[in-house]
């Protein structure tokens, strides 16, 4: 009588483990369900062209919220809509709710992969340093910046290139967060700061429209890694991240990610020729 308790027990516990996955996986597949009643995904993103920009009329654009919104069209959810968010709010809203996915050039961390869902990746990019015409002070490396004790350095904050600057031992008061790549170009221009940081693309991109010959874009910055991104969902949302990642297969099989991609600047090879699991083991 013992061992068939025992016995007992043990399958009473098997079928409550397989009825609990089977009620999550439910609860799992319903968020797609809800996107599509709702007929939009929220998005957070960070207005950083090229990889997310928000025109003047509201309408959201750049490489990363095109991706998501063919991706989704494609499973059926009509249209995005997005939130401008600071890079280190982003998982918090993720995960409390108010988004459905991130995507802003999210790169790939170790940390970040324990932290949400990510899709394989999507938008690859290596890191750039803008700074005055000449780089007057012989800035190469984020190493450069912490040994020299007069120069200060803006970057996002919660973004890679904060933690990059922190970890190359600038200290945190010469860590300068900056709100947006306007008020960062504008720093730089007034002498405020002596460098501001972002990737390689965006960098181009502000400089581009500054148009002023005044500036000078060091890139890429010596020893920093390329990153790749993923769109990042909530952890409990891993069966639409799965319907994501099958329908972005298709996209980068066919071509057509390419085309959405490229014409902002980014190597659709890149992103092809790497995984989310390498992008979530790199250091």
Same mark, same amino acid.
């Given at each position: 009588?013992?061992?068939?308790?025992?016995?007992?027990?043990?399958?009473?516990?098997?079928?409550?483990?397989?009825?609990?996955?089977?009620?999550? %996986? @439910?609860?799992?597949? #319903? /968020?797609?369900?809800?996107?599509?009643?709702?007929?939009?995904?929220? =998005? *957070?993103?960070?207005?950083?062209?090229?990889?997310?920009?928000?025109?003047?009329?509201?309408?959201?654009?750049?490489?990363?919220?095109?991706?998501?919104?063919?991706?989704?069209?494609?499973?059926?959810?009509?249209?995005?809509?997005?939130?401008?968010?600071?890079?280190?709010?982003?998982?918090?809203?993720?995960?409390?709710?108010?988004?459905?996915?991130?995507?802003?050039?999210?790169?790939?961390?170790?940390?970040?992969?324990?932290?949400?869902?990510?899709?394989?990746?999507?938008?690859?990019?290596?890191?750039?340093?803008?700074?005055?015409?000449?780089?007057?002070?012989?800035?190469?490396?984020?190493?450069?910046? %912490? @040994?020299?004790?007069? #120069? /200060?350095?803006?970057?996002?904050?919660?973004?890679?290139?904060?933690? =990059? *600057?922190?970890?190359?031992?600038?200290?945190?008061?010469?860590?300068?967060?900056?709100?947006?790549?306007?008020?960062?170009?504008?720093?730089?221009?007034?002498?405020?700061?002596?460098?501001?940081?972002?990737?390689?693309?965006?960098?181009?991109?502000?400089?581009?429209?500054?148009?002023?010959?005044?500036?000078?874009?060091?890139?890429?910055?010596?020893?920093?890694?390329?990153?790749?991104?993923?769109?990042?969902?909530?952890?409990?949302?891993?069966?639409?991240?799965?319907?994501?990642?099958?329908?972005?297969?298709?996209?980068?099989?066919?071509?057509?990610?390419?085309?959405?991609?490229?014409?902002?600047?980014?190597?659709?090879?890149?992103?092809?020729?790497?995984?989310?699991?390498?992008?979530?083991?790199?250091?």
């Amino acid at each position: 009588m013992k061992k068939m308790g025992i016995l007992a027990g043990a399958a009473g516990l098997a079928f409550a483990a397989v009825l609990a996955a089977s009620t999550a %996986a @439910n609860a799992d597949d #319903a /968020k797609l369900e809800q996107l599509k009643a709702q007929g939009f995904a929220r =998005l *957070a993103i960070a207005n950083e062209p090229p990889y997310t920009a928000v025109a003047a009329d509201g309408k959201v654009s750049g490489a990363a919220p095109d991706v998501a919104r063919e991706v989704f069209k494609r499973l059926g959810v009509e249209d995005v809509a997005a939130s401008i968010s600071e890079y280190g709010a982003m998982i918090p809203g993720l995960q409390a709710g108010r988004f459905d996915v991130v995507t802003a050039g999210l790169f790939m961390k170790p940390e970040r992969c324990a932290a949400v869902a990510y899709s394989e990746p999507v938008l690859c990019d290596a890191e750039a340093m803008l700074v005055k015409k000449g780089n007057p002070k012989g800035f190469k490396s984020y190493e450069d910046i %912490a @040994n020299d004790p007069t #120069a /200060k350095i803006g970057a996002p904050g919660g973004g890679t290139e904060e933690k =990059l *600057a922190l970890n190359a031992g600038v200290p945190r008061d010469r860590v300068i967060v900056v709100p947006d790549g306007q008020s960062g170009l504008k720093m730089v221009q007034d002498g405020r700061i002596d460098a501001y940081s972002l990737p390689v693309l965006s960098i181009n991109d502000l400089v581009q429209k500054a148009n002023d010959p005044n500036l000078e874009v060091i890139a890429p910055v010596e020893g920093a890694p390329v990153y790749c991104d993923g769109a990042a969902f909530n952890k409990k949302d891993t069966a639409l991240r799965d319907a994501f990642d099958v329908e972005l297969a298709k996209m980068k099989e066919s071509g057509e990610f390419a085309k959405i991609i490229e014409p902002y600047g980014f190597s659709a090879a890149a992103a092809i020729s790497t995984t989310r699991e390498k992008q979530c083991a790199a250091q």
